[in-house]
């Protein structure tokens, strides 16, 4: 748990500090701020899906690793879709930014965190989609990249925090970066990062040495699909609804514990 809370802490202090910042940098520089973050979440992604060819899912699962990556993330993606739980994220924003920050009398942002009516405020500039925005990109970023899951499991079975410690300088700056250019919002991404961070050090203590390394390269590679939605969206080149393929982050190392 200590590297959870060190994380929840570098998130807070690097979003805070985005703030202050962010009213005094042009929008054309917020703007680059959020390209060159998106380019770089693209390229990280990149690398962690490549574990899908690695030698431990290779190892383990032959020329079937590529298949059983892709069920799980078309699985997941149409269980995440039943469930809508983007928009449930989306949705759990907007409640935040309106207990929080308070409403305006501009028209709501659609629950999916990703359009506004045609006949409102300019989504770029529009603070109620600026926060859901914030809050959706940035708990995407901090929960969804394999680390958000390592650097727990690691804490859970060994008590070792490193990874975490290196997340929580990464999530911190990037943090700042998107606080800067999307608001408060990015804050309270702390949330689900710590139930989710929290539940799988939790987990991981009781699990013990069910988890195998061919299971976390299935996570790592998952993920990595993930993380390049997320980049996808970041740049605007198209809104994956990265959220509802979340399940996949779960169906992957099972299938590979089943595999005969």
């Known amino acids: 748990m200590t590297g959870t809370l060190l994380n929840v802490v570098a998130i807070v202090l690097g979003a805070t500090l985005g703030v202050a910042l962010g009213g005094r940098l042009p929008a054309r520089v917020r703007g680059t701020v959020t390209d060159v973050l998106g380019l770089f979440v693209v390229v990280l992604g990149i690398d962690g899906a490549l ?49 929080t920050v308070g409403r305006r009398d ?24 600026r926060f859901v925005e914030g809050f959706v990109v940035a708990s995407l970023v901090v929960c969804v990249g394999p680390l958000a899951i390592l650097g727990p499991l690691q804490d859970g079975l060994t008590g070792d925090y490193q990874l975490l410690a290196v997340k929580s300088l990464l999530d911190g700056f990037a ?75 779960v169906l992957a190392p099972v299938a590979v514990a089943v595999w005969p």
């Open 51 to 99: 574990a899908t060819f690695g030698p431990e899912l290779r190892g383990s699962l032959g020329r079937a690793a590529v298949l059983v990556i892709l069920g799980s993330l078309l699985l997941g993606g149409v269980l995440g879709e039943v469930v809508d739980l983007d928009g449930r994220l989306a949705r759990l924003g907007s409640w935040l930014r309106a207990r």
């Open 106 to 129: 501009a028209p709501d942002a659609d629950p999916s965190g990703t359009s506004l009516d045609a006949s409102g405020p300019d989504p770029v500039t529009d603070p109620r989609h």
């Open 175 to 249: 943090a700042l970066a998107f606080a800067s250019a999307l608001g408060i919002g990015v804050a309270f991404a702390v949330l689900p990062l710590f139930v989710l961070q929290a539940s799988v050090a939790l987990t991981a203590r009781t699990l013990g040495d069910v988890v195998t390394d061919p299971m976390l390269a299935a996570i790592t590679a998952t993920g990595g699909f993930l993380v390049i939605g997320i980049g996808l969206r970041l740049l605007e080149i198209r809104q994956v609804r990265v959220a509802n393929l979340l399940p996949g982050l």
